[in-house]
């Protein structure tokens, strides 16, 4: 086996220029698919993270029908105290699960006395909120930050709506919202800060204290329009969204279907789609790859077979199994397919090092300054190295068959 | 014993639209440890027949047996174990492997072929470069090698693995006057040495008088058979010069 790999190295150094040749474009193929991964992956964990962990939490539950419903945030689709505390309990105890915080949502006109816009509103409790969003605090640019997020009778206002109604941390504004019972209510709130904007839905939402929304909305039980939920960091959302839909499925209402519906951030945040479209756009980036590395193995160990055809003439006349020269030429490709990707994958490290050490920044959506910090795709570098390798065995597999089903005879006699 | 063995042999290809007939009802015997030679001119059927005895090729009727076995019978796979195990070849263009060097090309068909351990593999192949004049060689490639030098290291492959039998197809052909009877000496050599029968395809007058036995081919049939008479014309003085 050594001893055959090693008269293919050298029947491979004897073209060096072609080896070389095809090699390069090996590399070429192997640094674009793994930079693209690490960049591409880089954002997207970045972004996914800034969502989840500054506003929509992990896993979300609700009332069935809330999601659907969610551009009005009608307060009937709220869970009533009993059903909530139920869920709370439930939430406490279930696997995966790291932390829970109640929101109630709203919608509601913000005032400074003079002018009026509308705003979608928060209702959180800080301390649970802050473990489920632990990025929320980061987004505050202005007003006190301290070690809760805000307390009653606070509000945290999106920086827009702040900039929009001229209204700065410290000023006192005011709350209008309609009740369940069509009734309108006011509460009046001291701005402790204004929060930078994030991607997606509830990004720009303003944030007062869990009883202040229920003093506003004039809700006597201690009601619920969504728990938001910190998974485990090595757990998948969506698995977990699962086993809570499992846990929540004997819930159900008179009609027999269940009342609640849970969600990861997937299925909550437009963001999901672009993730697809990354991972999308890495798997057609991949397939080049595939094709680079078929063709140009396939051309060369055509090339070999052609060129070196008394050769094999002359082996398999002394006797050389034909089996032999097939794996001999299968040796050549792997070889081939080896030498390009430990090149590609050393020089792939260097290059994502390098632009994780420069920290370029970029915007995305309202979000500016991010930093590009990609880290080296271990995983991908594995799967990406054995596709690479197995293909190019693959591409040798035809000139190797062809080489090794040669009639000795014509083969001597070629010219 | 006859180490082949030939009777009633015929070798027809179809070419095209046209059955030829390159070997026509061919009788012949060739003992072990002989010198024997086809000649004839182009298209007689000699390498044809070098062909067929070497398991290269199949005969299309007929029957011929090398080492009491019935070439006939053996397919591709065990054609070249029984290659590997008793017939070595040597090409008139050396064919000899240009990445390896001269050790490396001796040594192929105990690696390749048989698998020897590399103790043995390492003493067999040193006798052998040894044996052929090719020592101080060794480590040379192909391309550094004059064509004596080149037929030597073929002389040595094709004898490592100990072969009963060995082919020469016109091994004298790229070679000058000198450095042929050199071969041809070498040759003669081993066969003395190691018993080993040596057939040759030529028309090289040289090999023609040194065969012990000599087949004449022509149009695909025998014509006659020469029991090793040595034309004086076509001998050389021993001072010629190494290859």
Known sequence: MVKILNLAARNLLRYRRRTGLTAFLIVIGMVA???????????????????????????QV???????????????????????????????????VVAHAPRIKFGAMFSNFTETTSVRVNGIDPATEALVSPLLAKRQNSGTVGPTLLAPGEILVPDLVARGLKVKAGDTVV?????????????????????????????????????????????????VTEYAIRIGGSEDAEAVAERLASIFSDTKNKEGQPILEVHPWQKLSPFSNIASMIDLLAISIKIMLVAIVLVSVMNVMIMAVYERIREI?????????????????????????????????LISIGSILLIAAIGPTFTFGQQRGLVMSPDLPWMDMASVSAMVILIAVLASLQPAWKASKMDPITALRHV | MSLIQAQALEKTYRAGDVDVHAVRGV??????????????????????????????????????????????????????????????????????????????????????????PAADRAKRVKELLEAVGMSDQADKRPDQLSGGQKQRVAV?????????????????????????????????????????????STHDPKIMGEAEVTFTLEDGRMQTLNGGSRPPDTRIGSEASHG
Not at chain 1, 34 to 59: C, E, N, P, R, Y
Not at chain 2, 38 to 47: A, L, Y
Not at chain 2, 72 to 94: P, V
Request: hydrophobic share 45%.
């Open chain 1, 313 to 345: 003439g002359t082996i398999l006349a002394i006797g050389t199994p034909p089996g032999r020269i097939l794996w001999l030429f299968l040796n050549e490709g792997l070889l081939l397919g080896i030498a390009g990707t430990v090149a590609g994958v």
């Open chain 1, 33 to 59: 698919v793994l930079v693209f991964v690490a960049v591409t992956g880089s954002f997207k964990s970045m972004m996914i993270g800034q969502i989840t962990d500054s506003f929509l939490g992990q896993v």
């Open chain 2, 156 to 200: 040595a492959r094709a004898l490592v693995a100990r072969s009963k039998l060995v082919l020469a197809d016109e091994p004298t052909a790229n070679l000058d006057h000198d450095t042929a009877y050199r071969i041809i000496e070498l040759l003669k050599g081993m066969r003395d040495e190691y018993g080993t029968t040596f057939i040759f």
């Open chain 1, 175 to 223: 709350l209008v919202a309609t009740n369940r019972d069509g009734s309108v209510n006011g509460k009046t709130f001291t701005i402790r800060g204004t929060l930078d904007s994030a991607t997606g839905p509830g990004g720009r939402d303003g944030y007062i204290h869990l009883d202040d929304a229920r003093t506003l909305l004039r809700l006597d039980q201690p009601e």
């Open chain 2, 27 to 116: 009788d012949f015997t060739i003992e072990a440890a002989s010198f024997a030679a086809f000649v004839g001119p182009s298209g007689s059927g000699k390498s044809t027949v070098l062909n067929m005895i070497g398991c290269l090729d199949h005969p299309t009727g007929g029957m011929l047996k090398v080492l009491d076995t019935d070439v006939s019978l053996l397919n591709r796979e065990t054609g070249a174990a029984f290659r590997g195990n008793n017939i070595g070849f040597i090409f008139q263009d050396f064919n000899l492997v240009p990445v390896l060097t001269a050790y490396e090309n001796v040594e192929y068909p105990l690696i390749m072929v048989q698998d020897w």
């Open chain 1, 62 to 96: 609700h009332r069935r029908g809330f999601v659907a419903s969610v551009e009005s945030l009608p307060l009937n689709m709220n869970m009533p105290a009993q059903l909530a505390e139920r869920v709370h309990k439930a939430l406490e105890t279930a696997p995966g």
